[in-house]
């Protein structure tokens, strides 16, 4: 299966989390052509071993920042990450893609450096 590559080198500017990480790359790997995944998220909680409120909130991320595309219970994965059976078919979703516009993967914003674990800038008042 052919699929797009750029954005793996994006993936660390993501800021997605181990769940959200672990869940895209169950989708990717069951992806059907195009990108449909046919799992449900109970099905991605059997096969990561996990609740499905983990899966449901790793994949909460995962369509805030763009890469899932969800309608009803449906999912498909962004037009870059998705697989393709030929040149042709991968040429013709992203045409379909700038055409329909698909919504951006959206890297994180911040106005400041979001703040590092553990280190906190509470001191203790005696």
Known sequence: MLMVTDLLGLLHR???TPTA????????????PGGVVPLTQQEIADELKILPSVV???????VERG?????????RLHPVL??????????AAMARAASEGVPPILLPEYQ????KPGRSRLRVVG
């Open 56 to 62: 449901s909130r790793g994949m909460a991320l995962l």
């Open 112 to 115: 400041t450096a979001p703040p």
């Open 67 to 75: 890469l899932v595309l969800r309608k009803g219970y449906r999912y």
């Open 21 to 32: 990480t672990n869940v895209l790359s169950v989708m990717v790997d069951q992806q059907s």
């Open 14 to 16: 993501l800021e997605l």
């Open 82 to 91: 998705a697989g393709y059976t030929s040149e042709a078919e991968l040429q």
